[in-house]
């Protein structure tokens, strides 16, 4: 019976994706209007930013990538609270290059990353004496698929 090699080819690397670490690289919390805030209806209106970056660490493959997610309530036109947390995580990545390496840095780490963001500014908003954030699940691909048809609108634009 013959040996089969189904990751890799002798003239091609072998394509791999894994997590290294996780770790929370910068949070902050603010409530500049309390104690009021907390004399007010709490019917906020909550905003959430989000942003991944990614950048090479070394050369042996290990990418740093980053989620920031910047959560804001307010009240009759007043900051509730403020919460900004950067997730992040060193992923290998190996064997990938140019566009699948873009999508699997844009898609699968930020997807990684997220449930311990979310925990994160879960903790923080109930420790700072608000009710609980639990954000909605976020789908990467679309948001990642949604940014390169924009790239590619204003390319065409120009």
Known sequence: MAEENFG????REEQQFVMQRIYTKDVSFESPD?????LKTWQPKINVDLNTKSNLVDDN?????????TVT??????SAFLVEV?????????GLEGDQLRG????????????YAREAIDALCI????????LAPVNFEALYQQALKQSEDEVKLQ
């Open 73 to 78: 309530a307010e009240i009759e036109e007043k």
């Open 104 to 115: 699997v840095l844009g898609t699968v780490a930020p997807t990684i990353l997220f449930p």
């Open 127 to 134: 420790k700072g004496g608000f009710p609980p954030v639990m």
């Open 8 to 11: 890799s080819t002798p003239d």
């Open 86 to 94: 950067q997730q992040a995580g060193i992923f290998l990545a190996k």
């Open 61 to 69: 493959d290990n990418y740093e990538v980053i989620l920031s997610i």
């Open 34 to 38: 309390s104690p009021g805030v907390f």
